[in-house]
């Protein structure tokens, strides 16, 4: 099989690139590093660099020739920022996903895969079930919802198949540990390294199951050898919530530090977040999950190992700077 992934630099991209090649696959791999790192590409994929959000440039990708599967992993994931920065939001998101899908319908892709997120369910009843009507609350949110709708109705036009997994906060190796707008478990074990507190918006007390990658990258790669998974919507990652307070109380205990904690001005998102996962077990066969001391271990492993840290990054072309929290001003 010939498959295309998208963000192939990035931080779960990578990961269901290289399984994508233990199972056999000739891999094409995308990215345009704004986000990603180019040491994350798996050896043996061939690299392109570029947008998704340039039609002309997502259409020569089939010049090579066609893809069976498309996985599309490839989005700007700073849902908390995202009211901030609205139009960046929908050109990256949504626009560079509806170029993916134009291409795939005109090529007559096998499956196209796609990362959605929990964030579309936004403030529902847990934990939430795939049944739910979904009601984003952000941006972020809206416009994966959208594309989920957009591969809905290419199906019915078209006939395009399509899988959509929404997994909710990922962490692992290969993670962007000093973009401070998105996955707490980086930016806290980030912070501990500067040796400074973790900073905590209001008091800690929501709630997320974080989910490690081993736990979400596999089973993405197969799912388009799971034939009657084919036009279903998969909650997709670890099953036991866990509020930020004691996940900061975690990554201390893992680090060997005191816990040290910065109480951050409350903003606004949803409080709890936490999906059912009965769906995807009747549809593949899902080993023992890695519970979230293990998946804070291995992650801790790979940081204290890191040569080099990136730089602390800085969004610098804020949209609507209203409300925008200060901390994510410096």
């Keep these: 099989m010939r498959v295309l ?34 040491e994350n590409i798996p050896k043996g994929v061939k690299f ?10 997502v259409a020569k990708l089939w010049d090579g020739g066609d893809f069976d599967y498309v996985y599309h992993l490839a989005a700007y ?18 626009i560079g996903s509806i170029n993916l899908i134009n291409q795939a319908v005109l090529h007559k892709v096998k499956c196209f895969v796609f990362t959605s997120s929990s964030a579309v369910y936004g403030t529902n009843q847990t934990p939430m079930t795939e049944d739910l009507v979904p009601r984003p609350e952000d941006p ?11 591969l809905e109705a290419a199906y ?6 399509y899988i959509i997994f929404r997994p909710h906060n990922v962490y692992g190796e290969r993670q962007n540990i000093a973009d401070k707008y998105r996955n707490v478990v980086g930016v806290f074990m980030y912070q501990i390294m500067q040796n400074l507190p973790m900073a905590i918006f209001g008091d800690g007390l929501q709630t997320r199951a974080f989910s490690y990658i081993d736990d979400v990258a596999p ?6 050898l799971v034939d009657n998974a084919y036009t279903q919507v998969f909650n997709i990652g670890a099953d036991k919530p866990c509020t930020v307070h004691s996940l900061a109380q975690k990554i201390a205990e893992e680090f060997g530090v005191a816990l040290r904690i910065q109480y951050l001005p409350t903003r606004k998102e949803v409080l709890h977040v936490f999906t059912s996962h009965d769906k995807i077990r009747k ?20 940081v204290r190992g890191l040569q080099t840290v990136a730089p602390p990054i800085l969004f610098k072309n804020i949209e609507v700077p209203i409300n925008l929290p200060p901390s994510w001003l410096v």
């Design 283 to 302: 549809f593949f066969n899902l080993s023992a999950s890695v519970s979230l001391e293990e998946g804070i271990h291995k992650m801790a492993e790979w």
């Design 48 to 57: 392109r660099c570029g947008s998704v959000t340039h039609d002309a440039w």
């Design 219 to 224: 089973l993405i790669a197969k799912a388009p």
């Design 156 to 161: 019915r036009m078209f006939g395009l198949p």
């Design 77 to 94: 994931a700073a849902e908390g920022l995202s009211h901030f920065i609205r139009r960046f939001n929908y050109q990256n998101n949504l």
């Design 140 to 150: 972020y949110g809206i416009s994966k919802y959208a594309v989920e709708l957009d």
């Design 5 to 38: 992934v998208t963000g192939v630099a990035g931080f779960i991209g990578s990961h269901v690139a290289e399984h994508c090649l233990k199972l056999g696959f000739d891999v094409v791999g995308v990215d345009d590093l704004s986000g990603g790192f180019a």
